[in-house]
């Protein structure tokens, strides 16, 4: 039986300035994002010193309306978890610095998260009374099989228990949401390019064109092959060869050809995930799947992988799909419960490259 606890979750790896207060690992009191996509959308990509300075603007705000929304002060916070990798360094640094004072400040425990471990915990709410929630109806069950697909990660994992995990495969260069983005630059729609991939895909024929998958490990994964081939399916559908340049297929291609595209590497690269995820099941037979990661929100992906696993999968809601500081507050509950150490809020260190 778990004590009545209650964890403040930062995070600031890339351009969400986020926090949350979670209770017991699986009630959610509060949740709060800022978001500086607009400031990068004209850039076509993430702008790290812009996202850092946005980071020092929203913090305070953030973890302040995170408290308040979760009827809180700080005499009712047990610890505070932040994300310290992986990342961008700067967007990392105000996150981290900004624990480790209030660590001090307040004195409460302070706990180093991983991040991409944290979008895996996004699954162990169950509960909440704010609104516009969906939250599955229980907490996944050990063996659990991890198919984490977020902008920087591709992998998978079979969690045994708690911090108690296989890492069974893992992209051998780009994830599949850059694959989403880099797909979404050739045809030319804005950043960030994974959901406006996904609602082109809607309009289009996802048969329309044979796409290549990588031959890799057995649950490895490969991306940037895909991405090339796309490239060079745009090109020769305007009747260019490889030389033209990327930058104009835009403005050549017409929207049908579009969303053909669209809707042909997403099937691909959806199917590339799932087959492996298939395999996996077949081989270890966890008691539950659980997808992480902003690919996670991909509709396909879902769509996908009930039909092809033989056990009701609970997705997690579309908003602690992308970055959440509610992922990090859950996991630190975890690492509360599970007496993992604590960090030195004098020292503790930003880890961008940090893996699982
Ligand atoms: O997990 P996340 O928010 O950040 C990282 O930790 O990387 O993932 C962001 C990635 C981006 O590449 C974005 O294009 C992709 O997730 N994404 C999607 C969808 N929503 C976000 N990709 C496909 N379909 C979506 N609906
Ligand atoms: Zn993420």
Known sequence: ??????????????????????????????????????????????????????????????????????????????????????????????????????????????????????????????????????????????????IIV??????????????????????????????????????GLPYPGGPNVSKAALSGDPQA???????????DFSFSGLKTAVLRLAQAEIGEDYNFPSTKLPERLNDAQKNDIAASFQRVAIETIVDKARLAFDEFAPRSVVIAGGVAANQELRRQLTEALPLPIEFPDLKLCTDNGAMIATLGCFHVLTGQPVADPYALDIAPNLSM
């Open 1 to 146: 039986m778990l004590l009545v606890m209650k964890v403040l979750g930062i995070e600031t790896s890339c351009d969400e300035t986020a926090a949350a207060v979670v209770e017991d690992g699986s009630r959610l009191l509060s949740n709060v994002v800022a978001s500086s996509m607009d400031l990068h959308a004209q850039y076509g990509g993430v702008v790290p010193e812009i996202a850092a300075r946005s980071h020092i603007e929203a913090i305070l705000p953030v973890i302040h309306q995170a408290l308040d929304d979760a009827s809180c002060t700080w005499d009712d916070i047990d610890a505070i978890a932040v994300t310290y990798g992986a990342g961008l360094g700067g967007s990392l640094l105000i996150g981290v610095l900004t624990a480790r004072t209030l660590a001090i400040a307040h004195n409460k425990p302070l706990y180093a998260v991983n991040h991409v471990m944290g979008h895996v915990y996004a699954n162990f709410l169950t509960a909440t009374s704010l609104p516009g929630f969906t939250m599955p109806a229980g907490a996944p069950e050990f063996p659990m099989l991890a």
């Open 150 to 187: 977020s902008g920087g990660h591709s992998q998978l994992a079979l969690f045994r228990g708690h911090f108690d995990y296989d890492l069974l495969g893992r992209t051998q260069d780009d994830a599949i949401g850059e694959a989403f983005d880099k797909v979404a630059k050739i045809i």
């Open 209 to 219: 064109f044979p796409l290549p998958k990588a031959k890799v490990g057995k649950y």
